[in-house]
């Protein structure tokens, strides 16, 4: 058992009064990685929450810079940090809430050269990618690795995550068997998303990744949760694994490929 | 015939196929839904070969890309 410092003991009071929590809970929570695929809308406050709560090691893979017109709902990134890489603006942001987190920053996008070998570095993955060719390929790196990770998408006014546990539970391409066809579904970019939408749906993968670190509680498995923020209405779809899934049925894929493009990113 | 849609119970026409279906619920690109009927994913390719049947429960899951 880890001594814990003052310091930290009054750090993590909170967490250490939850009674499914404790002494135990954040010392796994302390122990764990979690790897944060894209520092924007979604893994903005994913890596708030996950620094505030000490993770013990966080990685951040985003290739971009930050742009003006992030800053409506990308809250880890300030004013001044604009043209600034994300990874690094965001390692700050974390430092600044809790020098205890270590954080290892990727300043590339994520592709099948690199995807596995990321994803097998950290305990739980997220997937905070904001294209259908990444969302594809961080699902099926994670079922070659076999690690367990939340999906999440937003557009306007909504948002749906699942939490996978490959093999065992609906993984992505279970549900949504390929990446739709080319500028048949808006994105982010042509269609806009209320910036506090994205800060609902990060919450909520930064809950589920504490709550796997802790085994506290049910993951979304099998479960896909959407909401449409104009009504508040949430609705959690009962999912079954497809034997049949091209990526995670029978023995399933071995090794990952790159889906095509399909979303043109538009850049003010 | 009586169906569930997303939760919400709906009277629909005898025979329609998942295809017809999807144009009868105002879905307009059918290639960007995802539809189980009783828990079972079916195929896009096999939309039209499948018939609808009375008490039939249907999520339609749609597809969500944004993140950044």
Redesign the interface.
């Given at each position: 058992m880890r001594a814990f410092s003052d310091e930290e003991l009054e750090r993590y009071s909170r967490h250490i009064l939850l009674q499914d929590v404790g002494i135990e809970g954040q010392e796994k929570i302390m122990d764990a990685s979690v790897l944060i695929i894209?520092a924007?809308?979604?893994?903005s406050p994913i890596a708030l929450y996950l620094a505030a709560a000490g993770v013990g090691r966080i990685g951040l893979v985003d290739g971009?810079v930050v742009d003006l017109s992030?800053l409506q709902r990308?809250v880890i990134h300030t004013t001044a940090e604009v043209g600034t890489p994300k990874v690094l603006s965001a390692k700050r942001k974390i430092e600044a809430i809790n020098p205890h987190v270590h954080v290892e920053t990727y300043q590339t996008m994520v592709d099948a050269s690199n995807i596995v070998e990321l994803v097998s570095k950290y305990d739980f993955i997220i997937?905070?990618?904001?294209?259908?060719s990444a969302?594809f390929l961080i699902n099926d790196a994670c079922v070659v690795a076999k690690k367990p990770y939340s999906h999440?998408?937003?557009?306007r006014f909504?948002?749906?995550t699942m939490t996978i546990a490959p093999h065992e539970s609906a993984c992505y391409a279970?549900?949504?068997?390929a990446p739709?066809?080319a500028n048949?579904?808006p994105?982010?970019?042509s269609?806009g998303?209320l910036g506090a939408v994205?800060g609902m749906l990060g919450t909520i993968q930064a809950t589920e990744a504490l709550k796997y670190i802790t085994g506290v509680g049910e993951l979304l498995h099998n479960k896909?949760l959407?909401f449409d923020a104009k009504t508040m209405q949430f609705?959690t779809?009962?999912?079954?694994k497809?034997p049949a899934c091209r990526v995670c049925g029978g023995t399933g894929i071995t090794h990952v490929r790159d889906y095509e493009a399909v979303?043109c990113e538009m850049k003010r | 015939m009586n169906v569930t849609i997303n939760e919400e119970a709906k009277t629909i026409p005898e025979g329609l196929n998942l295809v017809e279906l999807l144009k009868v619920e105002n879905v307009e690109m059918p290639e960007t839904v995802s539809v189980q009927i009783n828990g079972t994913f079916i195929r896009q390719d096999a939309y039209a070969s499948t018939p609808i049947q009375e008490d039939d429960t249907l999520p339609f899951l749609y597809f969500m890309g944004g993140g950044a």
């Open positions: 894209g924007g809308g979604l893994g971009d992030n990308q997937d905070g990618t904001d294209n259908f969302k999440g998408g937003i557009l909504g948002g749906q279970c549900v949504f068997d739709p066809p048949a579904v994105t982010c970019s269609a998303i994205a896909l959407s609705r779809i009962n999912l079954a497809n979303v | -």
